[in-house]
DNA sequence: ATTTACTTTCAGTTTGTTTTGAAAGTTCAA
DNA sequence: TTGAACTTTCAAAACAAACTGAAAGTAAAT
């Protein structure tokens, strides 16, 4: 397989990969292309590569720099905008494991600290099956999130190296 | 709070919080209510408190079937099909982690593999960015994939108490 | 001040997903 | 074997998300 055969399988499965996974397919092309490109290329390189809309890619760059995944670069002497994506992929992990929590998980442990107290007798079957439920999703939550906070802050050899010997 | 307003909170928000993870709203809110049931419901049990159709409802506890989340239960001299959710919060997880892995991470992981291995001058810089990025997303895909092997294995205290303690 | 090079917005359209409901299928009991 | 009670299917309808492209906006260069 040649190089352009290559990225546009990548680019093709990186889609369809974030679909399942809330992103939409075209921002998840768009930084597979960025990810998999030397050098920062322009908007105008995306939509032909891609054969999609400005207005598409205007707006998909636009929320991958919210997500903190892609950089607006200029180049000195150039009006043109140059965007370009961290490559690292334990720091785009992080980053997407950052951004969801604050996004996601973070409201719904919220939320479910408000559910926990409901009025209501707790010998009442009903009561007791919502209270335990919640309040096992509410532990589990809170144990996760822990485990996420100190991804965040490790650096990628201790993921690499380091965490294994602990999982064997 | 009481109880119905507190269950049709929660039912609400799972809803939307599956959506944003690729899981549709419906499915997401049949999920919620058999999790905090503390009995057995039927389909028109769930067509009501939800207000949706009966082929909605059938299709999605089928799905929810599939995943292993959701057990149909007959009672015994009833006509009638009864429903029942797995209610651990650490099985469930578990359950769909295992499931997930297998629909997404490894068809994923084995595609990289073909990709990693490019015709091309490993000089070029593009071709040397297109392998490196795909090497990097490989290795810690792998580790990634051990990881939930592991916990897919685990028990709930050790994920509760023991993990922490790595984790300080 | 005007032109030129570029970026952003957004109403309308397309595409994709979910839902409905009625018809077909199944199973059991009489 | 018929009919009652229930489940499943699926074509069509409703809904939601994503995309386009042209128009409006911005800012550097002349």
Known sequence: ?????????????????????????????????????????????????????????????????TWGLVDRILLSGERKEYFSAEKDIWKVATQIIKER???????????????????????????????DTISGIRKFSKKADQMLDVMIKADESWFLTGMMKIFK
Chains 1, 2 share one sequence.
């Open 1 to 65: 397989m040649n190089l352009t055969e290559a990225k546009q399988q990548f680019i093709a499965s990186w889609g369809a990969f974030g679909s399942h996974w809330g992103i939409n397919r075209t921002m998840a092309q768009i930084h597979a292309l960025l990810m998999v490109s030397a050098e920062p290329i322009t908007q105008d390189d995306i939509m032909e590569q891609l054969n999609i809309s400005r207005g598409n890619v205007n707006m998909n760059i636009r929320d991958l720099i």
């Open 101 to 131: 929590k604050k996004r996601e998980l973070d409201p719904m442990m919220k939320l479910l600290a408000t559910l926990e107290d409901i009025d209501g007798d707790k010998k009442d079957k009903e009561v007791k099956q919502f209270i």
